[in-house]
């Protein structure tokens, strides 16, 4: 079903766009790109590309912005009913409610060295010393 509306959302959105640009403005906009106001003026009449155009684009902004409000509200991941969690925020759950802390070194590097403590530290004798 989500495949289904994610396709009509396209569709919409290329029809809101050519409906869009197919308006015509003071300089025509692409109506004219496509021979003028004669294609438009003979398919719809002088002032019904205008009035049609119009309509469609409203129709076609309803349209648009509830089938985001679907999308949004049946998309896994988020919205209000499809709430998922991803793989890495179960292993942390699971991990918190074990108790154990998740690894803070990257896979691959050598850990680094902790400072000594002064006992542990080697006994160096000072310079002329020993020789």
Same mark, same amino acid.
């Given at each position: 079903?989500?495949? &289904? ?58 349209? &648009? ?67």
């Amino acid at each position: 079903m989500i495949v &289904f509306l994610t396709m009509l959302h396209v569709i919409i959105c290329i029809g809101l766009i050519m409906a869009v640009l197919m308006q015509s403005a003071k300089g025509e906009g692409l109506a004219g790109a496509f021979g003028g106001s004669g294609i438009t003026g003979a398919v719809f009449g002088g002032r019904g590309a205008a009035t049609f155009l119009s309509k469609a684009t409203t129709v076609l902004a309803v349209a &648009f912005f509830l089938s985001c409000l679907l999308l949004s509200f049946l998309s896994p991941g988020t919205g209000g009913g499809g709430r998922k969690s991803s793989g890495i925020q179960r292993e942390a759950q699971k991990r918190a409610t074990e108790g154990t802390a998740p690894a803070t070194s990257v896979p691959g590097t050598a850990p680094q060295e902790q400072p000594q403590t002064p006992s542990e530290q080697p006994q160096v004798p000072p310079p002329g010393e020993g020789e």
